[in-house]
């Protein structure tokens, strides 16, 4: 039985925002229904990204798309594995970071940052995970997608308003009936990694088919695969010398000394001797993130009677992810120790009394003063570098839970006019576990010791602590009271509620057949996002090493939005004039933010273009788009504080200013001390400090887009289709923070004697005590980088798509290809600044990689119960930003030659499919076929977050070949 309401929901396809379907891009399999059923023009390449409804009429804007199928090829585990090789897509956060992975996973389009798309479900928004406002794709219930489409480019108008780079829409499985149970399990070819996965979805049609309701279970869970694991990531290696080399917060502890720079302990003589051992970190980090998931998605519909239907759809998911890093301790705290400490040896006690101008005499009797009131009683200051290898790896986890429920109703108003009203609302919370970690304050009581059982301050639990010995000095005695757990919670709410009206008008161009199309709405959003920290968490280094303090957020704001499309085909089936179409839209939105004098902005977002058809196997198309991207509840709200960012090389590193007045004036004027001056090092591990927080003054930033490309179906080739697009986008007024390249270039590129009075210089501020640009967060703010609408971005590039179909009399072939050169992708921080391009480079500065070219091609034969697919993914050379050589100093100071370059990379799936009976197939897939290894550039190349284990393992294969079996259960 087919009712009005699926007349209308077929008819309606595209209003609730699903964004196309391209066939073609899915391969075509021995006994799949679909694939089977699929009428003569399966071919037809559908292109949308409207509110229209009509299904006759295609919109303009290209869609990349990856079928279910493809989905189940891969064995895609979690949404972000499948976007991360999307060419023109960059890689976000994942299962392949680990230092910066807050618990989420996102995508990142066109590389113009994961903040700019808007990722959907069903053609609507649903809860973010973080207070950026963005999706957390380890929630997208995979089990019931059945494809994912990416329109890249300005979508604001239809989508909203700051969807600048794109959209993803997950769109789920319609009327799904029967039972269905998917199992996977994949491991590496080293036998580590293992990843497990269970979906079991139940469906059905009822009241003669009037309804139709689905629900679907899933739980995963995957190993971690630690960087010592692989031969290439055991040890760390530094990218400017090319030696095995680690932080300098390292064991045995390394300590400054007023005049002597920071020097290592010597267990064997007590003495402080320049570093010999700094400390890898690599053996305790991961390649591949643990990770554990339970999540639920039902729908369901009704038609009430003829033509209106009322739909719900609910979203559950808990999922943990754990981060493993290597073990906490003091990274460059200052502490306060006495000349009486028990476990002070007495040569290094005399070269801090020296250090210090105590005597001989002095220092020989402060030795012996282990009363405070006595009056030889002395201590002295350091900075000290103790890595606490005996408490073990510093551990998050991160337990997210969301919910998302939507409700709706829809219908015809007449046979060509509908309606869809709907609302939803969702919370995410996601609560990080900190352990390991050792505290600052409670290390300084420690340390404020003049006998082995007891502290000065008398606190209880304290004991003592010895960090002048090796590796198992401090014992387990005196761990407990050094350590302590963290907890930091982000919450987030999304309540919104939609009305939308669309058909056609009614009339028709006289040279036209379809009528004109519209769709007229409204839209109301409110946001809300918190983040509470405990106070260890909120107080600047007490966590050592957790790389700043984590301030509570309080934010929300809402938004009113209006908007209108419009699709008039002007001409069809006439000479040259096979079809052209004219499409437009608009959307009005009003911006209210909580905070005090009620921040507000009012933005219009439009687009208009069209298609042309000559002949029916040519589509010409184009479409120009102005958007805009409200400030974020982070950017709003964030209070300022220090956290890390990366920074390989320093000026006032080594001797050079001993030999430059006006370097050594800069030194001294960000706070380096005199002392320190010939001795100063480079940020510890390639990490700096930089201070930077939210801003109630910005304003939203405005992007212009086009794209403009073709669709080509020949006649004379059945089965072949192609697209071909060229797209542009320009953002202004972007909100932005200067890079630590442009921060340091603008200071230390032209030194003159006015420099250390140049506010360029004066925002840098370095540790009081080494000087070095790293140090404890609450003396050492780093590079200041305040957020602001100064900067600019622009990307430009062309998609390449094509697919062929061919019955043989053996196999059924299939091939597609998804291509992407990006010409450009610049960004440029402040006027004045470099207006820098990371298309093809890497570098602290240029985070995930984007090359120029990348392709994903697909190979499949299916037989009559077989079907095999190799899949060729392909990434382009890269090389290390110029520009980052100029910064270092030259050639020569600059990072090993050996590390500059990056060959083009190949990668190779194949996946064999067996349908053994009706109700039950296997499919095994060989990912990474010839165990290809990844580009070695060592770990201080780029940022901490994507630059790990001597490598990119975000872009690149770090886990090596992986063997995977899943199995299909089907009634």
Wanted: with cysteine.
């Amino acid at each position: 039985m087919v009712t009005k309401t699926q007349k209308f929901l077929s008819r309606s396809a595209l209003s609730s925002g699903v964004i196309g379907l391209a066939l073609v891009a899915q391969p075509a399999f021995a006994q799949d229904t679909a694939a089977a059923d699929a009428p003569e023009d399966a071919g037809t390449i559908v292109v949308t990204g409207t509110l229209i409804k009509n299904p006759n009429i295609v919109a303009t804007s290209p869609v990349s798309v990856v079928g279910a199928e493809e989905i189940a090829l891969r064995q895609s585990n979690v949404a972000e594995e499948i976007l991360r090789d999307l060419p023109g897509a960059v890689p976000s956060i994942g299962s392949a970071v680990n230092n910066g992975n807050g618990g989420a996973s996102f995508v990142n389009l066109r590389g113009l940052g994961s903040n700019r798309n808007i990722v959907l479900l069903d053609g609507t928004r649903i809860v973010p995970g973080d207070i950026f406002g963005r999706v957390d794709l380890n929630n997208i219930p995979l089990a019931l997608v059945e494809r994912v489409d990416a329109l890249t480019g300005g979508a604001s108008t239809t989508y909203g308003a700051d969807a600048i780079s794109g959209v993803v829409n997950f769109v789920t499985k319609k009327d799904f009936a029967g039972i269905e149970l998917n199992v996977t399990n994949q491991i590496t070819g080293q036998g580590d990694g293992n990843v497990f996965r269970a979906d079991l979805t139940i469906g059905g049609n009822f009241d003669d088919g009037r309804g139709n309701a689905v629900f679907s279970v899933g739980y995963q869970q995957s190993d971690a695969v630690y960087q010592n694991q692989r031969d290439f990531s055991i040890n760390s290696i530094n990218s400017y010398t090319g030696n095995i080399e680690g932080s300098g917060t390292t064991v045995p502890s390394r300590m400054s000394v007023p005049g002597g720079g920071t020097l290592q302990i010597d267990p064997t003589t007590g003495s402080l001797v320049p570093t010999y051992a700094t400390f890898n970190f690599n053996p305790y980090n991961v390649f591949q993130t643990p990770f554990e998931r339970f999540n639920m998605f039902g729908q369901a519909s009704y038609e009430v009677s003829d033509g209106i239907e009322l739909y719900t759809r609910g979203l559950f998911s808990k999922n943990t992810v754990s981060t493993i890093i290597a073990p906490s301790g003091a990274f460059g705290t200052p502490v306060e120790i006495p000349y009486s400490n028990p476990y002070l040896p007495a040569a290094a006690r005399a070269q801090f009394c020296a250090a210090n101008g105590l005597s001989t005499a002095q220092c020989d009797a402060a030795a012996l003063a282990t009363d405070p009131t006595d009056g030889n009683y002395d201590t002295f200051t350091t900075a000290l570098f103790r890595r606490t290898t005996e408490v073990g790896p510093r551990i998050s986890d991160y337990v997210t839970t969301i919910f998302d429920y939507r409700a709706g109703i829809r219908g015809d108003i007449t046979d060509s006019i509908g309606f869809d009203i709907a609302g939803s609302y969702g919370e995410s919370e996601n609560v990080q576990t900190q352990r390991g970690y050792v505290l600052a304050s409670r290390l300084r009581d420690a340390l404020l010791a003049t006998n082995t059982t007891t502290c000065l301050s008398e606190n209880a639990g304290c004991v003592p602590v010895n960090v002048f010995g090796p590796d198992g000095s401090i014992t387990a005695d005196q761990i407990p009271y050094l350590t302590g757990n963290s907890t930091v919670a982000v919450r987030t709410t999304l309540a919104q509620f939609r009305a939308l009206v669309n058909g056609d008008i009614g009339v028709a161009s006289p040279f036209a057949e379809d009528p004109i199309q519209f769709a007229i709405g409204g839209e109301y959003r409110e946001y809300t996002a918190t983040r509470e920290s405990d106070i260890l968490a909120q107080t600047p280094g007490e966590l050592g090493g957790a790389g700043g303090a984590a301030p509570n957020i309080n934010g929300a704001y809402n938004v009113y939005e209006a908007y209108g499309e419009l699709i008039a085909p002007l001409v069809s089936d006439k000479p040259f004039f096979h079809s052209l179409q004219l499409e437009a839209g608009i959307r009005y939105s009003s911006y209210s933010v909580d905070a005090p004098n009620s921040p507000s902005y009012n933005t219009t977002t439009w687009k208009a273009g069209g298609t042309w058809e000559p002949v029916e196997s040519i589509k010409i198309r184009g479409m120009y788009q102005r958007s805009v991207r409200a400030p974020n509840i982070a950017e709003l709200f964030t209070p300022v504080s220090t956290q890390l960012t990366n920074q390989g090389v320093d000026a006032c590193a080594g001797t050079a200013p001993l030999a430059d007045a006006n370097l050594q004036a800069v030194c001294l004027a960000q706070g380096a001390p005199l002392g320190q001056i010939g001795t100063i090092e480079p940020p510890t591990a390639g990490q700096a400090n930089i201070t930077t927080g939210g801003n109630l003054n910005l304003k939203p930033e405005k992007a212009n887009s086009y794209v403009i490309g073709a669709v080509f179906q020949p006649t004379f080739l059945p089965g072949f289709s192609m697209t071909l697009d060229y797209y542009n986008i320009k953002i202004k007024d972007a909100i932005t923070q200067p890079t630590p390249g442009d921060l340091y270039s603008a200071c230390f590129d032209s030194i003159t004697g006015a420099s250390a009075t140049d506010p360029a210089c004066l925002a840098i501020r370095r540790d009081p005590a080494t000087g070095q640009l790293s140090g404890d967060p609450s003396t050492t703010p780093g590079f200041l980088a305040n957020l602001s609408n100064l900067g600019t971005l622009a990307t430009d590039g062309i998609d390449l798509t094509w697919n062929y179909r061919h019955e043989f009399d053996f196999a059924m072939l299939n091939l597609t290809f998804n291509g992407n050169w990006t010409n450009s992708s610049k960004f440029r921080s402040q006027p004045g600044s470099l207006n820098r391009e990371c298309v093809g480079y890497y570098s602290v500065n240029c985070a995930s990689l984007q090359p120029e070219f990348s392709w994903n091609m697909r190979t499949t034969f299916s037989f009559d119960d077989v079907d095999v697919s190799l899949a060729w993914r392909h990434i382009d050379s890269m090389k290390f930003e110029p520009q980052q050589i100029i910064d270092d100093g030259g050639s020569d100071e600059s990072v090993l030659e050996d590390y500059r370059r990056i060959k083009a990379y190949d990668y190779f799936d194949l996946a064999t499919r067996f349908t053994l009976t009706d109700n039950f197939d296997v499919t095994l897939t060989i990912t990474n076929l010839f165990d290809k290894k990844p580009p070695v550039v060592g770990n201080t190349i780029g940022s901490t977050t994507y630059n790990s284990g001597n490598t990119y393992p975000s872009t690149y294969d770090a886990l090596g070949r992986r063997f995977s079996i899943g199995g299909r259960v089907r009634f």
